[in-house]
Nanobody, 124 residues
Framework: QVRLVESGGGLVQAGGSLRLSCAASGLTFNGYVTGWFRQAPGAEREFVGQISRSGITYYADPVKGRFTISRDNAKNTVALQMNSLKLDDTAVYYC??????????????????WGQGTQVTVSS
């Protein structure tokens, strides 16, 4: 059974940094595209970025240059490093995996498995 678990969320001041982690059981990340999404209250789930099987990363424009996705194959984890956080980054953040290998895969419906999410709150 596949299970994804996000961790690392919390409260941070604007301009600060947080590092989220996604751990998997039942699959190995390097066999899938792993995406990060976020969902603010009242909003649709939004693509943040992804890392492909080969390690190529793609980012949504609002986070480009501030967020970095990386993968640790030995630990079977995927991280989302978030720097220069803004108030608009406040959301629940989710990791998910897709069996496709196109780039980028921005639609949530194309992802097979999802974590439970971790809250990120950016304060002024």
């Amino acid at each position: 059974q596949v299970r994804l678990v996000e961790s690392g969320g919390g409260l941070v001041q604007a301009g600060g940094s947080l590092r989220l982690s996604c751990a998997a059981s039942g699959l190995t990340f390097n066999g899938y595209v792993t995406g990060w999404f976020r969902q603010a209250p009242g909003a649709e789930r939004e693509f943040v970025g992804q890392i492909s099987r080969s390690g190529i990363t793609y980012y949504a424009d609002p986070v480009k240059g501030r967020f970095t996705i990386s993968r640790d194959n030995a630990k079977n984890t995927v991280a989302l490093q978030m720097n220069s956080l803004k108030l608009d980054d406040t959301a629940v953040y989710y990791c998910a995996v897709s069996g496709l290998d196109n780039a980028p895969i921005t639609k949530p419906t194309l992802y097979l498995n999802w974590g439970q999410g971790t809250q990120v709150t950016v304060s002024s």
